[in-house]
Protein backbone atom coordinates (compact mmCIF):
# COMPACT_ATOMS: atom_id res chain seq x y z
CA UNK A 1 0.00 0.00 0.00
CA UNK A 2 0.89 3.59 0.01
CA UNK A 3 2.46 5.50 2.23
CA UNK A 4 0.62 6.59 5.79
CA UNK A 5 0.33 10.23 6.69
CA UNK A 6 -0.07 10.09 10.63
CA UNK A 7 0.41 13.51 13.01
CA UNK A 8 1.70 12.62 16.51
CA UNK A 9 1.97 14.97 19.49
CA UNK A 10 5.87 15.63 20.49
CA UNK A 11 7.27 16.72 23.81
CA UNK A 12 9.37 20.32 23.22
CA UNK A 13 10.70 20.59 26.49
CA UNK A 14 10.18 20.24 30.01
CA UNK A 15 7.40 22.42 32.08
CA UNK A 16 8.37 23.64 35.07
CA UNK A 17 5.50 23.61 37.28
CA UNK A 18 2.11 23.33 35.38
CA UNK A 19 2.69 22.35 31.58
CA UNK A 20 2.18 24.96 28.86
CA UNK A 21 1.45 24.59 24.93
CA UNK A 22 5.04 25.32 24.27
CA UNK A 23 5.93 22.18 25.81
CA UNK A 24 4.35 20.06 22.95
CA UNK A 25 4.60 20.23 19.48
CA UNK A 26 2.56 18.86 16.71
CA UNK A 27 4.02 16.74 13.92
CA UNK A 28 3.58 14.78 10.94
CA UNK A 29 5.48 11.67 9.94
CA UNK A 30 5.13 9.20 6.67
CA UNK A 31 4.77 5.34 7.72
CA UNK A 32 6.25 3.52 5.33
CA UNK A 33 4.88 -0.33 4.04
CA UNK A 34 3.62 -2.70 6.98
CA UNK A 35 5.94 -5.29 7.66
CA UNK A 36 5.87 -9.11 7.60
CA UNK A 37 3.83 -10.07 11.40
CA UNK A 38 3.11 -6.45 11.62
CA UNK A 39 -0.46 -4.48 11.54
CA UNK A 40 -1.34 -0.87 10.70
CA UNK A 41 -3.77 0.70 13.19
CA UNK A 42 -5.93 3.91 12.86
CA UNK A 43 -6.73 5.49 16.16
CA UNK A 44 -9.76 6.31 16.80
CA UNK A 45 -9.46 7.64 20.63
CA UNK A 46 -7.09 8.32 22.66
CA UNK A 47 -6.56 8.66 26.64
CA UNK A 48 -5.38 11.74 28.40
CA UNK A 49 -4.21 10.68 31.80
CA UNK A 50 -2.58 12.63 35.57
CA UNK A 51 0.06 10.37 35.03
CA UNK A 52 1.69 11.60 31.78
CA UNK A 53 2.86 15.18 33.74
CA UNK A 54 4.90 13.16 35.88
CA UNK A 55 6.87 11.04 32.60
CA UNK A 56 7.23 14.69 31.11
CA UNK A 57 9.88 14.94 34.23
CA UNK A 58 13.50 14.14 33.49
CA UNK A 59 14.94 10.73 36.19
CA UNK A 60 13.74 7.79 37.15
CA UNK A 61 10.25 6.73 37.90
CA UNK A 62 8.33 3.66 37.80
CA UNK A 63 7.68 3.90 34.32
CA UNK A 64 10.26 5.22 32.01
CA UNK A 65 9.94 9.42 30.93
CA UNK A 66 9.04 10.74 27.73
CA UNK A 67 11.89 12.22 25.27
CA UNK A 68 12.28 15.45 24.06
CA UNK A 69 11.51 15.27 20.21
CA UNK A 70 9.51 12.07 20.41
CA UNK A 71 6.07 11.07 20.35
CA UNK A 72 4.24 11.02 23.57
CA UNK A 73 2.51 7.86 24.03
CA UNK A 74 -0.51 6.77 26.49
CA UNK A 75 -3.97 4.52 26.01
CA UNK A 76 -5.65 4.04 22.55
CA UNK A 77 -8.24 2.49 21.22
CA UNK A 78 -8.04 1.71 17.19
CA UNK A 79 -9.01 -0.53 14.03
CA UNK A 80 -6.85 -2.12 12.39
CA UNK A 81 -6.91 -1.03 8.46
CA UNK A 82 -3.99 -3.50 6.76
CA UNK A 83 -2.54 -6.22 8.28
CA UNK A 84 0.68 -8.80 7.77
CA UNK A 85 0.10 -11.01 11.19
CA UNK A 86 -2.54 -13.77 11.09
CA UNK A 87 -3.68 -12.81 14.38
CA UNK A 88 -5.31 -9.70 13.40
CA UNK A 89 -7.42 -9.12 10.79
CA UNK A 90 -8.65 -5.92 9.08
CA UNK A 91 -11.31 -4.55 11.09
CA UNK A 92 -10.17 -5.81 14.31
CA UNK A 93 -10.62 -3.46 17.25
CA UNK A 94 -7.54 -3.02 19.64
CA UNK A 95 -6.58 -1.47 22.09
CA UNK A 96 -3.17 -0.07 22.78
CA UNK A 97 -0.56 2.27 24.45
CA UNK A 98 0.28 3.98 21.42
CA UNK A 99 -2.07 6.95 21.97
CA UNK A 100 -0.84 10.54 20.66
CA UNK A 101 -0.47 9.56 17.07
CA UNK A 102 -3.15 9.16 14.66
CA UNK A 103 -1.78 5.91 13.38
CA UNK A 104 0.63 3.53 14.04
CA UNK A 105 2.31 0.58 13.11
CA UNK A 106 2.84 -2.48 15.65
CA UNK A 107 3.32 -6.02 16.54
CA UNK A 108 0.07 -8.34 17.66
CA UNK A 109 1.70 -8.64 21.17
CA UNK A 110 2.14 -5.11 21.81
CA UNK A 111 -1.89 -4.85 21.16
CA UNK A 112 -4.67 -6.40 22.84
CA UNK A 113 -8.14 -6.94 20.73
CA UNK A 114 -11.62 -5.99 22.31
CA UNK A 115 -14.91 -6.78 21.04
CA UNK A 116 -16.54 -4.63 18.35
CA UNK A 117 -20.05 -4.54 20.41
CA UNK A 118 -19.32 -2.01 22.72
CA UNK A 119 -20.28 1.36 21.95
CA UNK A 120 -18.83 3.89 21.93
CA UNK A 121 -14.78 2.48 21.40
CA UNK A 122 -13.86 4.83 23.87
CA UNK A 123 -15.60 3.32 26.84
CA UNK A 124 -12.48 0.62 26.23
CA UNK A 125 -9.83 3.92 27.79
CA UNK A 126 -12.59 4.44 30.35
CA UNK A 127 -14.70 1.86 32.34
CA UNK A 128 -14.02 -0.79 30.54
CA UNK A 129 -10.02 0.07 30.10
CA UNK A 130 -7.10 1.04 32.36
CA UNK A 131 -8.93 3.81 34.19
CA UNK A 132 -11.51 1.06 35.32
CA UNK A 133 -9.27 -1.27 36.50
CA UNK A 134 -7.09 0.70 38.39
CA UNK A 135 -10.26 1.55 40.20
CA UNK A 136 -11.18 -2.09 40.60
CA UNK A 137 -7.62 -3.25 41.36
CA UNK A 138 -7.51 -0.60 43.96
CA UNK A 139 -10.42 -1.37 45.75
CA UNK A 140 -8.96 -5.14 45.97
CA UNK A 141 -5.95 -3.95 46.96
CA UNK A 142 -7.10 -3.52 50.11
CA UNK A 143 -10.10 -5.57 50.19
CA UNK A 144 -12.72 -3.36 50.10
CA UNK A 145 -16.13 -4.71 51.33
CA UNK A 146 -20.14 -4.67 52.29
CA UNK A 147 -20.73 -2.22 54.71
CA UNK A 148 -17.33 -0.32 54.70
CA UNK A 149 -17.51 3.64 54.60
CA UNK A 150 -15.59 4.44 51.94
CA UNK A 151 -14.41 7.91 50.61
CA UNK A 152 -12.68 9.16 47.48
CA UNK A 153 -10.74 12.46 46.45
CA UNK A 154 -11.05 13.54 42.76
CA UNK A 155 -14.24 11.46 42.94
CA UNK A 156 -15.78 13.06 39.73
CA UNK A 157 -12.45 11.92 37.62
CA UNK A 158 -11.97 9.07 35.49
CA UNK A 159 -10.95 6.48 38.31
CA UNK A 160 -12.77 8.14 41.13
CA UNK A 161 -15.96 7.73 39.64
CA UNK A 162 -15.98 3.95 38.90
CA UNK A 163 -14.28 3.85 42.28
CA UNK A 164 -17.18 4.52 43.79
CA UNK A 165 -19.76 3.01 41.53
CA UNK A 166 -18.07 -0.07 42.31
CA UNK A 167 -17.35 0.21 45.52
CA UNK A 168 -21.36 0.61 45.75
CA UNK A 169 -21.77 -2.25 43.99
CA UNK A 170 -20.00 -4.17 47.00
CA UNK A 171 -22.50 -3.02 49.33
CA UNK A 172 -20.78 -0.15 50.86
CA UNK A 173 -21.80 3.63 51.87
CA UNK A 174 -19.49 6.08 49.22
CA UNK A 175 -18.83 9.46 50.14
CA UNK A 176 -16.53 11.71 47.23
CA UNK A 177 -15.02 15.25 47.14
CA UNK A 178 -15.09 17.05 43.56
CA UNK A 179 -14.62 21.18 42.65
CA UNK A 180 -17.53 22.17 41.34
CA UNK A 181 -21.86 21.76 42.06
CA UNK A 182 -22.14 20.09 38.90
CA UNK A 183 -19.74 17.20 39.71
CA UNK A 184 -21.26 16.94 42.78
CA UNK A 185 -24.47 16.64 41.35
CA UNK A 186 -22.88 14.13 38.76
CA UNK A 187 -21.55 12.02 41.80
CA UNK A 188 -24.66 12.09 43.48
CA UNK A 189 -27.67 11.44 41.11
CA UNK A 190 -25.71 9.82 37.90
CA UNK A 191 -22.46 7.46 40.02
CA UNK A 192 -25.55 6.63 42.75
CA UNK A 193 -22.82 7.94 45.97
CA UNK A 194 -24.57 8.26 49.15
CA UNK A 195 -23.03 11.57 49.32
CA UNK A 196 -20.56 14.43 48.08
CA UNK A 197 -18.78 17.90 48.63
CA UNK A 198 -17.58 20.49 46.76
CA UNK A 199 -13.95 20.91 48.65
CA UNK A 200 -13.65 24.43 47.66
CA UNK A 201 -16.72 25.18 49.70
CA UNK A 202 -15.41 24.91 53.37
CA UNK A 203 -12.03 22.81 55.07
CA UNK A 204 -12.27 19.12 53.72
CA UNK A 205 -11.98 17.86 57.25
CA UNK A 206 -15.07 19.80 58.10
CA UNK A 207 -17.22 18.61 55.22
CA UNK A 208 -16.04 14.76 55.88
CA UNK A 209 -16.70 15.08 59.68
CA UNK A 210 -20.36 16.25 58.70
CA UNK A 211 -20.61 13.57 56.03
CA UNK A 212 -19.34 10.85 57.85
CA UNK A 213 -19.78 11.30 61.63
CA UNK A 214 -18.90 7.74 62.99
CA UNK A 215 -15.71 7.94 60.93
CA UNK A 216 -14.47 6.30 57.40
CA UNK A 217 -13.11 2.42 56.70
CA UNK A 218 -11.35 3.28 53.49
CA UNK A 219 -9.87 6.31 52.12
CA UNK A 220 -9.31 5.99 48.38
CA UNK A 221 -6.76 8.85 47.37
CA UNK A 222 -6.55 10.53 43.79
CA UNK A 223 -5.68 13.50 45.52
CA UNK A 224 -2.86 14.03 48.27
CA UNK A 225 -2.50 16.93 50.34
CA UNK A 226 -5.94 18.36 52.45
CA UNK A 227 -7.88 15.49 51.11
CA UNK A 228 -5.34 12.71 52.66
CA UNK A 229 -4.84 15.00 56.16
CA UNK A 230 -8.85 14.87 56.63
CA UNK A 231 -8.89 11.25 55.73
CA UNK A 232 -6.40 10.65 58.43
CA UNK A 233 -8.51 12.27 60.69
CA UNK A 234 -11.58 10.75 59.73
CA UNK A 235 -10.56 7.46 59.84
CA UNK A 236 -11.71 4.68 62.00
CA UNK A 237 -9.25 1.99 63.98
CA UNK A 238 -7.96 -0.47 61.73
CA UNK A 239 -8.60 1.71 58.55
CA UNK A 240 -7.04 1.38 54.96
CA UNK A 241 -5.92 3.71 52.70
CA UNK A 242 -5.41 3.28 49.00
CA UNK A 243 -2.57 5.16 47.58
CA UNK A 244 -3.88 6.09 43.98
CA UNK A 245 -2.68 9.09 43.26
CA UNK A 246 -2.15 12.19 43.93
CA UNK A 247 -2.40 15.04 41.14
CA UNK A 248 -2.51 18.03 43.64
CA UNK A 249 1.44 17.92 44.04
CA UNK A 250 2.24 16.94 40.02
CA UNK A 251 3.53 20.37 39.34
CA UNK A 252 5.09 21.59 42.19
CA UNK A 253 8.54 22.55 41.43
CA UNK A 254 9.48 21.33 45.04
CA UNK A 255 7.60 18.42 47.41
CA UNK A 256 5.24 19.90 49.70
CA UNK A 257 5.65 18.58 53.17
CA UNK A 258 3.44 15.48 53.93
CA UNK A 259 0.43 15.40 56.32
CA UNK A 260 1.00 16.74 59.83
CA UNK A 261 -1.16 14.36 61.13
CA UNK A 262 0.50 11.19 59.73
CA UNK A 263 1.31 10.08 63.44
CA UNK A 264 -2.37 9.22 63.15
CA UNK A 265 -1.15 6.16 61.26
CA UNK A 266 -0.03 4.45 64.66
CA UNK A 267 -2.48 5.00 67.23
CA UNK A 268 -5.58 3.94 65.08
CA UNK A 269 -3.27 1.18 63.40
CA UNK A 270 -4.16 2.18 60.15
CA UNK A 271 -2.53 0.51 56.53
CA UNK A 272 -1.55 2.71 53.43
CA UNK A 273 -0.77 0.50 50.50
CA UNK A 274 0.44 2.36 47.18
CA UNK A 275 -0.24 0.42 43.77
CA UNK A 276 0.13 0.84 40.02
CA UNK A 277 -2.50 -0.94 37.51
CA UNK A 278 0.61 -2.62 35.75
CA UNK A 279 0.91 -4.90 38.47
CA UNK A 280 -2.66 -6.39 38.24
CA UNK A 281 -2.33 -7.11 34.16
CA UNK A 282 -2.48 -10.90 35.09
CA UNK A 283 -5.82 -10.08 36.34
CA UNK A 284 -7.18 -8.68 33.11
CA UNK A 285 -9.76 -11.53 32.07
CA UNK A 286 -10.93 -11.14 35.30
CA UNK A 287 -11.60 -7.59 35.63
CA UNK A 288 -12.91 -7.45 32.29
CA UNK A 289 -15.17 -10.14 32.73
CA UNK A 290 -16.57 -8.48 36.32
CA UNK A 291 -16.77 -4.82 35.11
CA UNK A 292 -18.09 -5.87 31.41
CA UNK A 293 -20.74 -7.27 33.12
CA UNK A 294 -21.73 -4.53 35.26
CA UNK A 295 -21.32 -2.35 31.84
CA UNK A 296 -24.14 -4.43 29.66
CA UNK A 297 -25.99 -4.67 32.50
CA UNK A 298 -26.41 -0.75 33.12
CA UNK A 299 -25.20 -1.00 36.68
CA UNK A 300 -21.53 1.14 36.00
CA UNK A 301 -22.00 4.61 33.79
CA UNK A 302 -18.62 5.52 31.86
CA UNK A 303 -18.60 9.39 31.75
CA UNK A 304 -16.08 11.00 29.31
CA UNK A 305 -15.30 14.82 28.33
CA UNK A 306 -14.18 14.46 24.74
CA UNK A 307 -12.08 16.92 22.89
CA UNK A 308 -12.08 16.85 19.07
CA UNK A 309 -8.96 16.00 17.30
CA UNK A 310 -5.31 15.33 18.07
CA UNK A 311 -4.17 18.94 17.88
CA UNK A 312 -6.33 19.73 21.16
CA UNK A 313 -4.58 17.06 23.03
CA UNK A 314 -2.07 19.29 25.02
CA UNK A 315 -4.48 21.64 26.06
CA UNK A 316 -6.70 18.82 27.55
CA UNK A 317 -3.49 17.45 29.29
CA UNK A 318 -3.11 20.76 30.60
CA UNK A 319 -6.76 21.30 31.39
CA UNK A 320 -7.08 17.83 33.61
CA UNK A 321 -5.00 20.21 36.43
CA UNK A 322 -7.25 22.50 36.50
CA UNK A 323 -10.49 20.65 36.59
CA UNK A 324 -12.30 20.50 33.17
CA UNK A 325 -12.92 17.08 33.07
CA UNK A 326 -15.66 15.15 34.01
CA UNK A 327 -14.74 11.60 34.16
CA UNK A 328 -12.26 10.34 31.79
CA UNK A 329 -10.69 13.09 29.13
CA UNK A 330 -10.73 11.44 25.61
CA UNK A 331 -9.59 12.91 22.26
CA UNK A 332 -11.56 11.45 19.32
CA UNK A 333 -9.30 11.48 16.84
CA UNK A 334 -11.52 10.14 13.76
Not at 276 to 283: A, K, L, N, P, T
Amino acid sequence: MTKTTSREIRLASRPSGTPTPSNFTLASVELGPVPPRKVLVRNHYMSVDPYMRGRMNEGKSYIPPFEIGHALSGGAVGVVIESMAEELGVGDIVTSNFGWQEYFIGSPCELHKVSQDVEPLSVYLGALGMTGMTAWAGLNLVNVRKEDVVYISGAAGAVGNVAGQLAKLRGCRVIGSAGSPEKVKFLTEECGFDSAFNYHDSPIVEQLTVAAPDGIDVYFDNIGGEPLEAALTAMRLHGRIIACGSISGYNDAHPKPGPTNLSLMIGKRLTMKGFIVSDSMDHRSEFEKEVGTYFSEGKIKNKETVVQGIESAAGALIGLFSGENVGKMIIKLF
